[in-house]
């Protein structure tokens, strides 16, 4: 009997014995061409008939994790230099506070909710401390997007010379790229892009700047205010039905308007930052 | 409700145990696709590898390290951006459908209010860091430093 | 009747001195309608020439875009200016630009070592029959 729709295998699958269901799960993992669906179906009935008896955790979750946490702090660590005794004793006195601490604030928050915020705090120290030479410990920037024009863009801004996070890796749907210029003129390069959908239009301008003078920006009497985005202050103001967002880099000045609403304009500043690197 | 450290190795002890096996590559494949990647998407594969790679060696940086590698297993070598490209698709299509309940043993920012989809780094990394720990935890396992 | 006259007079030097100008002078009250951003500058390029230059990006792909004229202006003590040249775009078609969004040019100046010099840029865009205007000072050079 063919069992084509997935509530028909579920109810079947529910009919056979625990150690059957492992069989059958362990053959199918071994297999190249695996069943996804079936993974997953045997899962779920295997996990409903253990909600009803929850099965104890064997292991000793606070020592694992600070086994575990020691064990990442010491990847990478450089070889012990000579020191004079009076560091080595503030260093075994650190020693001795650390190791305190983690046997009473380790256990206590392995325990608590709080667990992943920790093994995330060390996954970010992780992070931190093994990106040797990236000075910023920023993540690595990879310009991803699906957009053409908003490929030309970023094409047009790299050939500027321009490698920092500028460009929008996503606008909305319908979007077409209209212009995309570059004018270099004396201490000016400019790139700027006209995007529209028939019905609104999205500008976007990145300007390297080596001059005293700096930017014009032009909007209208209402005030302005700040957007705090991946470390940088995004200034928003009105330009008559335009929204206007501008910030600047070490080096350039980037803006992006758009005329209509307001909430596109955000998504397009985060999309700068998508790197999926974090 | 947010998982706990317990909930999550209580639940891959779940897996080891209907698995009887701590083969690595066998647990990175069961916890991918019950997070709903599926078997099909070059991301699969890309991502199995990836995090096999991180419990191999945690301090790998992602982008200069993990999708070199990745891309070099393969005839012709897969540039680094398709790497990044099709794991991202693959964790994207996977979160528009996920189960909470599952995703939340691994990326406790995935349940709540607001729940965040996990970046590519932080997916895979995730996965690993996991399933190292679940290997520490076993008593007869010792980590081994390089 | 004298003191009428002069209270309205008055009233009218009041009301003259509070129509404040701006950093930059809209020439036309729709000027923000056309341009998005822009750069004004001098550029020193030897010991008595200097480029003034300008660039300049707007709201859409404009009929004509560009600067309606560059007046070089002298000074002697960094205060009291004199206009030294006029560049049209009737008569440099570098300034202007046709059916682009951005456009940028510059025009070059003799001037003579000791003076202090600025550039009025007046910024033009047109699109149909609307047009819009607005006039940025450069910051001053001195030879």
Redesign the interface.
């Known amino acids: 009997m063919k069992l084509n729709n997935v509530a028909s295998r579920r109810e079947f699958l529910k009919t056979i014995p625990t150690q059957e269901l492992d069989e059958i799960l362990q053959a199918e993992l071994r297999k190249e061409n695996i069943d996804d669906d079936l993974v997953r179906l045997i899962l779920d009935v295997l996990e409903e008939r253990e909600a009803d008896r929850p099965v104890e955790i064997s292991v000793e979750v606070a020592t694992a994790v600070e086994k575990y946490t020691t064990y990442l702090d010491g990847l990478g660590k450089e070889p012990a230099k000579p020191t004079r005794r009076w560091s080595v004793v503030l260093k075994v006195a650190s020693a001795l506070v650390v190791v305190g601490l983690l046997f009473f604030v380790v256990p206590q928050a392995a325990n608590a909710e709080n667990f992943f915020e920790m093994l995330a705090r060390w996954t970010d120290s992780i992070f931190e401390f093994f990106s040797p030479g990236d000075d910023n410990k920023q993540p690595e920037y990879v310009f991803e997007t699906d957009h053409p024009g908003l490929q030309q863009i970023y094409d047009a801004v790299v050939e500027l010379g321009v490698t920092e996070p500028v460009v929008p890796m996503w606008v909305p749907e319908e979007y077409e790229l209209l212009e995309c210029k570059t004018t270099s003129i004396s201490r000016d390069k400019s790139v700027h892009a006209v995007l529209s959908n028939e019905r609104d239009t999205i500008f976007f301008r990145v300007s390297i700047i080596d001059t005293k003078n700096g930017v014009n920006i032009y909007k209208d009497e209402l005030g302005v205010i700040t957007y705090e985005h991946n470390g940088t202050t995004h200034y928003i103001m009105q330009n008559l039905n335009r929204q206007i967002a501008t910030w600047n880099t070490e080096k350039n000045i980037c803006s992006v308007a758009v005329d209509c609403q307001e909430d596109i304009l955000f998504e397009i500043l985060k999309s700068i930052y998508t790197t999926e690197e974090d | 409700m947010r998982s706990t450290i317990e909930d999550t190795l209580r639940h891959v002890q779940f897996l080891n145990r209907h698995l009887n096996t701590f083969d690595l590559q066998c647990m990175v494949v069961v916890v991918l696709l019950e997070l709903g990647i599926s078997t099909k998407r070059d991301g699969f594969d890309y991502m199995k590898n990836g995090i096999i790679l991180l419990c191999e060696d945690p301090a790998l940086l992602i982008t200069k390290g993990v999708y070199p590698e990745i891309g070099k297993c393969y005839d012709p070598p897969v540039s680094n951006m398709q790497v990044e490209h099709s794991i991202r698709s693959a964790v994207s299509d996977a979160w528009s459908q996920h189960n909470s309940r599952v995703w939340g043993y691994y990326f406790p920012d995935s349940t709540g209010s607001k729940p965040k989809k996990p970046t590519n780094a932080e997916f895979m990394t995730r996965i690993a860091r996991v399933l190292e720990l679940w290997q520490g935890c076993r008593k007869e396992v010792s980590y081994e430093t390089k | 009747m004298k003191r009428f006259i002069k209270l309205i007079a008055l009233v009218l030097v009041i009301t003259t001195l509070l129509i404040v100008p701006a950093g930059?002078e809209n020439v036309n009250d729709k000027?923000?309608?056309y341009?998005?951003?822009?750069?004004?500058?001098l550029?020193k390029v030897s010991s008595t020439k200097f480029?003034a230059?300008f660039?300049v990006?707007a709201?859409?792909?404009m009929d004509e875009l560009g600067a309606s004229s560059i007046k070089i202006q002298r000074s002697a003590d960094g205060n009291s200016w004199t206009t030294m040249k006029t560049y049209t775009k009737e008569s440099y078609s570098q300034l202007i630009c046709e059916n682009?969004?951005?456009?940028?040019?510059?025009v070059t100046y003799t001037g003579t070592v000791g003076y202090y010099y600025r550039a009025k840029i007046t910024l033009y865009a047109k699109q149909g029959t609307g047009i819009g205007e607005?006039v940025?000072y450069?910051?001053t050079l001195r030879l």
């Open positions: 930059a000027a923000s309608a341009f998005m951003s822009s750069t004004i500058y550029d480029d230059c660039s990006g709201y859409g792909i682009t969004s951005s456009h940028a040019a510059y607005v940025h450069t910051a």
